[in-house]
């Protein structure tokens, strides 16, 4: 095991007993909802995660060390601290030597998920290329770390404030499969559609495992997107989304938010617009994405 990582003991005994175990971000709890319902939420999404037969392992750092799987205290600290930094590939040997608290972004999630021998991760939504990257050069560190990383990301798709487009051209170029789990179109966040198709259409999490597993064993590093639209009920109207985006990325670029900051501006501004609609969407959202991870996880375990 990795000097720098600390396995929590549940952790610990599933993966040495070849159990299914499924990772989750931290920066959705220090940067992606207000207190408390973001402990709320993260405490939830690992019940959910147990009730469909896998074992929970929320990543962060903590004082310097890499944690795959949280106490209830760890994730009380991360809620309600103001002092957690967001953490993505650069970031971790800084924040390690610090011994500071990070909450990971899917990026460093994948990383020490893989540390830990964790293959499945779940997460609201991947970051990608941000409108207007072809000035900025705004690209998310996800994608790079998906072509390289041998973990599979279940999500509701890219961001919707990203320029998804170039997201998937960019995913394609890497070589990273993008698999619509029960639909033929990439979902983007907040909404089931976004008008891109997915690599592949996958109906049962099975025909998903074992897919995975050819993939890894034909030495073909790098991670899978794996598109799980919300569910119907939760979605949000698309008007009413891009209404919300394109007035937050306005107010953004008015007052030279850039970098690591604008994602949660834009987030946290999309939740004011909307009348807090999109933050019970998100939730929702990763509440599904838990349940098909969990699934996954179990189906994966069964046939390694």
């Known amino acids: 095991m990795n000097r720098y ?5 549940e952790v610990q005994t599933a993966l040495k007993n070849k159990q299914p175990v499924v990772a989750l971000e931290s920066t959705i709890i220090s940067h992606g909802m207000p207190y408390p319902r973001n402990v709320e939420t993260a405490k939830r999404v690992e019940q959910i995660v ?8 929320t990543i962060a750092v903590l004082s310097g060390r890499l944690k795959a799987g949280l106490t209830p205290d760890e994730l009380e600290h991360l809620a309600k601290s103001g002092s957690v930094a967001k953490v993505s590939r650069r970031d ?9 608290d990070g909450a990971t972004t899917v990026a460093s999630t994948m990383i020490i ?13 991947i970051g990608g290329v941000h409108r207007g990257a072809g000035e900025s050069f705004d690209v998310s560190a996800d994608l790079t770390e998906l072509a390289n ?62 897919t995975l597993k050819i993939k890894w064993e034909l030495g073909l590093n790098g991670g899978v997107v794996i598109g799980n639209p919300i569910p119907e009920e939760h979605a949000i109207d698309e008007q009413v989304i891009k209404t919300a985006t394109d ?3 306005q107010e953004a670029d008015s007052k030279g938010i850039k970098g690591k900051e604008i994602t949660p501006f834009l987030l946290a501004r999309i939740t004011e617009l909307t009348g807090e609609k999109s933050l019970a969407a998100n939730i929702q959202l990763v509440f599904n994405n838990a349940k098909i991870g969990a699934q996954l996880s179990v189906a994966l375990s069964k046939i390694e």
Do not use: W
């Open 113 to 125: 998920a893989a540390l830990a021998g964790i293959k499945i991760f779940v997460t609201g939504g």
């Open 50 to 57: 147990r009730e469909n037969g896998a074992i929970p392992a």
């Open 5 to 9: 990582l600390d396995l929590h003991p």
């Open 247 to 249: 007035t937050a990325l």
């Open 92 to 100: 971790l040997p800084y924040i390690v030597s610090g011994k500071k």
């Open 149 to 210: 990383t041998n973990v599979a990301v279940v999500c509701a798709g890219a961001k919707s404030i990203l320029d998804i487009g170039s997201t998937l051209e960019v995913l394609e170029t890497m070589g990273v499969p993008v698999y619509g789990y029960q639909t033929d179109e990439f979902p983007a966040f907040y909404t089931r559609k976004s008008g891109f198709s997915v690599d592949y259409r996958v109906e049962n999490t099975t025909l998903l495992a074992e």
